[in-house]
């Protein structure tokens, strides 16, 4: 008998070989026992794998472990099939739609038919997931004809799974069986349930089926699970310490926005000390643009549907707009504004342009709309209304590099002014394997993607490399920020566009006296005013930088016999551009102090016999406490001082 073996390629490019059949587990011996403990599962020719899964051809191989998030998602989403298991068992005639892990944990929607579930219920199907763990039970994975597949879930009644398996191809279709359980599922999954020590279920939620709000809401539980006991109470305190953190929580007792029903849904209204800090935000901004060049455009909150097809924002978004807008005249469309970027391009054509006018780059606060469902609205973080702090910078082929580095500078100052110190980048490109979602040429693409790579190594910043992340007109370089609970957001975004330029016939005309395609660059430091302000609120637990908050100085006389000194000494900051309150009621100094604390103002001034006679005043910092006596001339400096380091203005 001819034994076969295969070549099996590591990350750091060695080489072994092995027998045909081998599974990544048996790998995993083959170079420690404790590897082999902790692998969950496995990339084979970048494709996910089961850990038990054969290999039967030459491949290239990584190992994953709960280190990795490769080995989190395995995890969880055995963990959703183990959920879905425990619920079976204990509810009759109940039908499953799809249970993905995310980004902390799982969730699956469920169709409990007549079955009632509320909160209460969750400890019961926690404990019965438990025991199935203690089990043991393997995670099987089944071939199965598409025939086979629809016959089994028809014969179960469950018209979810029908029309999931309706859609895929024959040949491809998988189960995986654990214990009574069987579902569709392409996996991969963990050897089995025995490594789950640990199981809490967080919520629950309603979720249309496939997001159509047409379509009949079923029961969405979120949960996680942990190799160790310990992890999960660690995770609880995380949990409870952002939910303290909560940005709608914060943005209501801080007085920053709000929302009203009958305003709509995901429209949000920023009240005053909100709209004061967005201002200064977009002053910073703005400040920092107009030192690198740019100039500030205003367009329209509605187009004309035809500019949206040309961009092709129409084919691509056209589903996550709000419904078209038709007018008196015959045939005229428009829709609300779902990018800003197409009314650029205009801008940059209403006049011929030299390669001596570029770079050319236009900033605008633009507000844009997209019809979000219901059941994704989430605070500031999924709105249908938000404003972008876009730029679109306009170059010729040979600035690309350089203009894509001054930006990334611009948001490297943003991050610091605003203590977001722990960030990373990701370089998003296309999808090789499926190329036709995106528009432009092959050539575009990889002049594109090479100078992000390029703009990276030159400024020595470390990326990851994402396929199929980046937008359907370019790549684009994504900045992946860490919060003070270590929860990652996306933030700053650098697209490199090709193909917009084409789409508009946009031109200049070179050194040589002949028409040229320029290069289009979308850049958003913040993102979106919305979703930032949402991420910088949670992050700080409404601790602003001193320069951003919407009130500075808290001045708390001890007595009504010092309120008149008091307004002087608040006039006296407010000249000097302090933001300032003062607490006029008639309590105890000890209970203003203690009101000032939870509103979280930076600083107290307390005033009293002393510091009137002296034309002082007494410092408190919040959290912190007494900072000592000082001037008031010695104070506004102090604070003068202190914005302008957080700022980062020489």
């Known amino acids: 008998?001819?034994?076969?073996?295969?070549?099996?390629?590591?990350?750091?490019?060695?080489?072994?070989?092995?027998?045909?059949?081998?599974?990544?587990?048996?790998?995993?011996?083959?170079?420690?026992?404790?590897?082999?403990?902790?692998?969950?599962?496995?990339?084979?020719?970048?494709?996910?794998?089961?850990?038990?899964?054969?290999?039967?051809?030459?491949?290239?191989?990584?190992?994953?472990?709960?280190?990795?998030?490769?080995?989190?998602?395995?995890?969880?989403?055995?963990?959703?099939?183990?959920?879905?298991?425990?619920?079976?068992?204990?509810?009759?005639?109940?039908?499953?739609?799809?249970?993905?892990?995310?980004?902390?944990?799982?969730?699956?929607?469920?169709?409990?038919?007549?079955?009632?579930?509320?909160?209460?219920?969750?400890?019961?199907?926690?404990?019965?997931?438990?025991?199935?763990?203690?089990?043991?039970?393997?995670?099987?994975?089944i071939d199965?004809?598409?025939?086979?597949?629809?016959?089994?879930?028809?014969?179960?009644?469950?018209?979810?799974?029908q029309e999931l398996i309706s859609e895929l191809e024959d040949g491809t279709i998988t189960y995986y069986k654990t214990g009574t359980f069987t579902d569709l599922c392409r996996g991969p999954h963990i050897p089995d349930t025995s490594c789950i020590k640990a199981i809490k279920l967080l919520s629950i939620a309603g979720a249309y089926w496939r997001g159509d709000e047409k379509r009949k809401q079923l029961t969405r539980i979120y949960g996680i699970t942990f190799l160790k006991k310990k992890e999960l109470e660690e995770y609880l305190?995380?949990?409870?310490?952002?939910?303290?953190?909560?940005?709608?929580?914060?943005?209501?007792?801080?007085?920053?926005?709000?929302?009203?029903?009958?305003?709509?849904?995901?429209?949000?209204?920023?009240?005053?000390?909100?709209?004061?800090?967005?201002?200064?935000?977009?002053?910073?901004?703005?400040?920092?643009?107009?030192?690198?060049?740019?100039?500030?455009?205003?367009?329209?909150?509605?187009?004309?549907?035809?500019?949206?097809?040309?961009?092709?924002?129409?084919?691509?978004?056209?589903?996550?707009?709000?419904?078209?807008?038709?007018?008196?005249?015959?045939?005229?469309?428009?829709?609300?504004k779902p990018m800003n970027c197409p009314h650029h391009c205009m801008i940059y054509k209403w006049q011929p342009r030299s390669y001596k006018d570029l770079p050319l780059r236009l900033a605008e606060f633009g507000t844009v709309y997209r019809y979000e469902q219901s059941g994704e609205l989430h605070g500031l973080t999924r709105v249908r209304s938000f404003t972008q702090d876009d730029a679109h910078i306009f170059c010729r082929p040979d600035q690309v590099k350089d203009e894509f580095i001054r930006v990334m500078e611009i948001i490297e100052i943003i991050f610091k002014a605003l203590n977001f110190e722990n960030f990373e980048a990701q370089i998003s490109l296309r999808d090789p394997e499926d190329t036709e979602k995106y528009v432009g040429t092959d050539e575009n693409w990889e002049r594109a993607e090479a100078a992000i790579v390029e703009a990276c190594k030159e400024k020595g910043l470390p990326a990851v490399v994402e396929y199929g992340e980046a937008a359907f007109y370019g790549p684009k370089l994504d900045f992946m920020v860490k919060d003070a609970l270590g929860r990652r957001w996306q933030l700053g975004t650098i697209q490199v566009d090709y193909n917009l330029p084409e789409r508009f016939d946009l031109t200049y005309i070179g050194s040589d006296n002949e028409k040229h395609r320029p290069v289009m660059i979308h850049r958003a430091p913040f993102g979106s005013m919305e979703r930032f302000v949402a991420v910088l609120l949670e992050h700080c637990a409404g601790d602003f930088p001193l320069w951003l908050t919407p009130d500075q100085v808290m001045i708390l006389p001890v007595s009504e016999k010092y309120h008149e000194h008091a307004e002087k000494l608040n006039e006296m900051l407010k000249r000097n551009e302090i933001?300032?309150?003062?607490?006029?009621?008639?309590?105890?100094?000890?209970?203003?102090?203690?009101?000032?604390?939870?509103?979280?103002?930076?600083?107290?001034?307390?005033?009293?016999?002393?510091?009137?006679?002296?034309?002082?005043?007494?410092?408190?910092?919040?959290?912190?406490?007494?900072?000592?006596?000082?001037?008031?001339?010695?104070?506004?400096?102090?604070?003068?001082?202190?914005?302008?380091?957080?700022?980062?203005?020489?």
């Open 1 to 141: 008998m001819i034994i076969k073996m295969i070549n099996i390629t590591f990350p750091d490019k060695t080489v072994r070989q092995f027998e045909a059949g081998v599974t990544p587990l048996d790998i995993a011996k083959s170079i420690s026992e404790g590897l082999a403990r902790n692998v969950l599962s496995a990339k084979v020719n970048g494709v996910m794998w089961d850990a038990m899964r054969p290999v039967n051809e030459d491949a290239e191989i990584q190992l994953f472990t709960w280190n990795d998030p490769e080995g989190k998602a395995t995890v969880w989403h055995s963990s959703a099939h183990l959920m879905a298991e425990a619920i079976e068992q204990l509810y009759t005639g109940v039908k499953f739609g799809i249970g993905p892990s995310i980004e902390n944990g799982f969730y699956y929607d469920v169709d409990f038919g007549e079955n009632v579930i509320t909160e209460e219920d969750l400890a019961k199907i926690e404990k019965r997931m438990m025991e199935l763990a203690h089990e043991k039970q393997a995670f099987e994975r």
């Open 144 to 161: 199965v004809s598409k025939a086979e597949a629809l016959k089994h879930f028809t014969d179960k009644g469950d018209e979810y799974k």
């Open 237 to 336: 305190v995380l949990l409870e310490e952002a939910k303290k953190r909560d940005h709608r929580k914060l943005g209501k007792e801080l007085e920053l926005f709000m929302f009203s029903e009958m305003v709509g849904k995901g429209l949000p209204m920023w009240l005053p000390k909100g709209t004061a800090l967005r201002l200064r935000l977009q002053e910073f901004l703005t400040k920092i643009q107009k030192q690198y060049g740019y100039e500030q455009v205003m367009t329209p909150h509605i187009g004309n549907k035809q500019l949206y097809v040309t961009s092709g924002h129409w084919d691509h978004y056209g589903h996550d707009s709000f419904q078209p807008i038709t007018t008196p005249e015959e045939g005229e469309v428009y829709l609300l």
């Open 579 to 650: 933001r300032t309150l003062i607490d006029m009621r008639s309590e105890k100094i000890g209970r203003k102090i203690r009101d000032a604390e939870m509103k979280k103002v930076p600083y107290m001034l307390i005033v009293g016999e002393k510091e009137m006679n002296e034309n002082s005043v007494s410092v408190r910092k919040h959290g912190q406490g007494d900072l000592g006596s000082m001037s008031a001339e010695e104070f506004v400096a102090f604070i003068d001082k202190q914005v302008k380091e957080e700022q980062k203005i020489k």
